[in-house]
Structures are given as structure tokens and as C-alpha cells.
């Protein structure tokens, strides 16, 4: 049985204080709660051990958001799977749309931070997803095959079933334009569909795959009622922990 997962990713937003009320007041929230779903959260760097303190008292997993492609050395600024080890980060986003957008960030350099996390017993939360243009063109399935293809397939079966895949078209992130319940559900099945072919059923039938783009407090109960839809990678509706823990109550 594949694991159902909601995940929080707070990106450049909260202060220290801001940040910390809010682990803390969704680890009371769902304390005690029986979640139908891993709870994970994706704080700055920062805020990252501080996220983890509460983590382990409630349950709530705790990822990155970003990893160094390197491994290690003058690199400023940058942070290694290593380092995010050593502090028990159990998951990473890869690949969001807005680090390929804003810092350029290509599926070989995304396929190098997989293999970093891996490495480490990270599990990558890997995003896939087509822009506005190439969904009108009718290209969007082709856009994720290859990013799929280029940043993920050159895992061998042990190491891709420690992979969750996020599927996020573009147009949908952050804009509450989200995409209709089928449109998600029609792209998951392909998704899966390419993992069949590349590991098979077992590997596929096994494999996260969330949907991300406004997803809400409001949608998310009839998004994650599709089949192949495994939860939700959540941007700004994760900032306010009552609508967090709506959603993570959708299941
Ligand atoms: C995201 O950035 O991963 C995301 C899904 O954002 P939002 O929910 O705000 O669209």
C-alpha cells in the first residue's frame, strides 16, 4: 500500500517566532489525531532543527526544501545532503517549478541532488509539472515524460521507491487556479502509467505521487479522491495551520 502524504512548503515566508508558532500549533492540532496521512513539513533552512525538535515529540516529518547538487567544499551558500543528514531530515523538494524558473536549475543538475539525497537516506520529493504554453499546445504530458525521463529514471528500482513524485503544473502554483480533479487525475495515471513501464506495477503501485497548485482547505477532499492521487505538496494554504490540518484532514 502506497503511503498518502500532505506536505507544507512554507518557501521564503515566516520569521523565527512566525515559523515556530506554527509547527507547534499543528503538532497540538494533531496530536492525537489519526491522520489518514504522513504529515510533512517544509520549513526554511533555518528553522530546520528547530521543525525537527517539535517533529519528534508529534509524528510530523520535516524536509528540506532545496539540496546542493555538491557534496561538499566551497560552495557558499549552498547546503549538502550531508548537512541535512546530520540533522535527520527524513524528505527534500527537488525540482520545484520555482527553482527551475528563478535560479535555473536543469533536470541534470536535478538528478545530482536525487542522487545526494539518496545517498543519505533522504527521500526526494520530486516536481514535475508543465507551464500554461505547453499545456495549451497539448505538449504538457511530454514536458513531465522528460523531465521524469532526465532527472529520475536513471534511478535503479531500489532507489526510485524511495522517491515521491509531486506533479504541480505551473499555472497552477499559487495563482488559485487550481487544476480540475480530472485533469490531476489524468496526469497521475500517466505518470504512473511511465513508471509501470520503466519499473513496474509493484514499483509504481507503491510510488507517492502528489498533486500541488491551490490546493486548499476547499478542494483538497475531492482532489485526493482520485486514485492515483496520494495527497498534496501545499504552498500558501500551509502558512495558516487551520487550513493545513483541513487539508490534512481531507482523506
Ligand atoms: C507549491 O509551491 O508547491 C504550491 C503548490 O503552491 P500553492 O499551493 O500556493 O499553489
Redesign the pocket.
Known sequence: MRKKIVAG?W?MNKTFQDAEELVSTIAEELDGVDTKCEVVLCPPFPYLEMASDYADESGLQIAAQNVSEYTQGAYTGEVSADMLASIEIGYCIVG?S?RRKYFGETNAQLALKVENLLEHAIKPIFCVGELLDERNSNSHFEVVKQQLSEGLFQLNEDEFSEVVVAY?PVW???TGVTATSAQAQEMHAYIRQLITEKYGKTVADNTTILY????NAKNAKELFANPDVDGG?????SLVAEDFIKIVKSF
Open positions: 512548503n518557501k520545484h520555482e504541480e497552477a502554483i499559487g500541488g497548485g491551490s490546493c505538496l501545499i504552498g500558501g494554504a
